[in-house]
């Protein structure tokens, strides 16, 4: 419900309605579909789900690689 | 021990890793004090940024010559008053309003009387609040015979919530939208040309508005206005990293841009989204509550969509009234002129149970931040 807060989901299953992709995503206990803004996304996926809506996917190699050049860094 | 005083404490102390963040942050800032760097500024954007800032009690981790202030990156705070007057109006008759919660509670122009979508629901109005846009869609199916009116609210991050569903045609034609949306690169160049006194050392870009427009959409920061900035995700570690790579840059004299937040933000963003706003919306000069007209920051339905465009549908103009409630400096805290504890009305007449200003009403909104967070260090 909150508007900016962006929250980290996994992509369940996948939908369309008309042309639109309407995605089942898990986000912490609460499963609920979203609208996705990413056309190709697929079950197993993780993504940035805004205002109900699937915005950016999530890439895990990144994720693994900011944990590497943090303890580079300092 | 207070409960923010404990988090910090785990923060400093349990991760290592922040620990010699911030250690770096005071090295690289007492070098900068040397070369005559005794006030640093900076600003982070996004509402969501200064709440992991406050939350954490990062400030009070800060060395005394570095200062972080919020901007305007909280959509609620700058949504104009007259747009929430209008769905009032509305809402008594008949319509159903769509809103997300955020903004259920937002005051429009009038300090006193039905002053919100909340208020007017407690009157009799329709108002329901939804998760997001396809809950509007779902609904205004199902009830055909009404009128519905989805309130907008955002910015680039939301747009997509009724651009990627407007763009594929399946609105029903009973659904209208107000769009509300601003873009925020136009903000920051207001803010650092328009604005007195609004100098900066360092931006933190917003995160998940990037992830949408791209950290390229704020490459103009360093390379027409010589400030660092970094594109941050939202754990404390992201921001003390990107403040870390700031005072670098600054120390350096190398303004540039970082993209801390790899994992979710590309450097062209998301062009699925991007496709369909630009196909649904056009940047038209637009009002920002308590700031002013910026230019080119409102996002506007383009002609082949005006069938969902409620100002069009109602045949009126969308014109901004005078919504500045009396005695909230909501406008200058958006624009990290002055803390919410400059305001009178901080925690007296304005909290977060009865908000009387928009920076009171959302999760994203300083005075409500500060307002639940108790900042250590102000
Ligand atoms: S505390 Fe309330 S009245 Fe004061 S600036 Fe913030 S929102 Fe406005």
Known sequence: MELCLGIPAEVLETRREGELLIVKVRMGGVIREVISAIEDLKPGEYVIVHAGVAVSRINKDELEEILSIWSQIV | MALIERRIKELYERNPLSRRVVEEIHSVAGKLREKGFNHLKIMNFCGTHEWTITHYGLRSLMPDNVELIAGPGCPVCITPGHYVDLLVELSMEGYVIHTYGDAYKLPGSKPVGIRSLYDAHIEGGDVRIVYGFLDAVKTAARERGRKHVF????????????????????????????????????????????????????????????????????????????IPTVVAGFEPLDVLLAIYYMLKMLYKGEPGLIN??????????????????????????????GIGVVPRSGGYHRDEYLKHDLYHYLGIEDKPVNDNLPGCRCGEVSLGLVKPTDCPLFMKTCTPSSPYGPCMVSVEGTCRIWAENLPLKL
């Open chain 2, 151 to 226: 309130f907008a609210v955002g910015f680039e991050t939301t747009m997509p919530s009724t651009a990627v569903p407007l763009s594929k045609g399946i609105v029903p034609d009973n659904l209208l939208i107000l769009s509300a949306y601003r873009y925020t690169p136009p903000i920051m160049r207001y803010l650092l040309e328009k604005v007195p006194g609004a100098h900066l050392d360092g931006i933190l870009a917003p995160g998940h508005v990037s992830a949408v427009i791209g950290s390229e959409a704020w490459r103009f920061l360093p390379e027409e206005y010589g």
């Open chain 2, 260 to 289: 801390e937040y790899k994992r979710v933000v590309k450097p062209n963003g998301n062009p699925d989204a991007l496709k369909a706003m630009r196909m649904v919306y056009e940047a038209r000069d637009a009002y920002w509550r």
